[in-house]
């Protein structure tokens, strides 16, 4: 059974950082493509970072580009966002999500209903 648990959400000023993880189990993140959302209350969900991560590949919405940084770290089986410079309409509940199949290239499709497994989320909050 594959699990997502997220962690390190919570609140800062507008241009400080936050790192989120997300920790996987039943899950093997060496050859994993994985990526992290946001929703906004009101907002459609939208993605931020993606990774292929036997490749290393990664993808991000121009939104977050410079800024955000999506990361493995295979040993402890975890998946990490370093958000630095952050600002108020990054606010939102952060979610870690991964596929369980994918064809043409993990980051051919990084719209949320090609992502099978997600975490509860955790709450970023940035104030001005």
């Known amino acids: 059974q594959v699990q997502l648990v997220e962690s390190g959400g919570g609140s800062v000023q507008a241009g400080g950082s936050l790192r989120l993880s997300c920790a996987a189990s039943g899950y093997a993140l060496r050859t994993a493509c994985m990526g992290w959302f946001r929703q906004a209350p009101g907002k459609e969900r939208e993605g931020v970072a993606f990774i292929a991560t036997r490749s290393g590949s990664t993808y991000y919405a121009d939104s977050v580009k410079g800024r955000f940084t999506i990361s493995q770290d295979n040993a402890k089986n975890t998946l990490t966002l370093q958000m630095n410079s952050l600002k108020p309409e990054d606010t939102a509940m952060y979610y870690c999500?991964?596929?369980?199949?994918?064809?043409?290239?993990?980051?051919?499709?990084?719209?949320?209903?090609?992502?099978?497994?997600w975490g509860q989320g955790t709450q970023v909050t940035v104030s001005s």
């Open positions: 999500a991964a596929k369980q199949f994918w064809s043409g290239g993990c980051l051919s499709n990084t719209a949320p209903p090609a992502f099978a497994y």
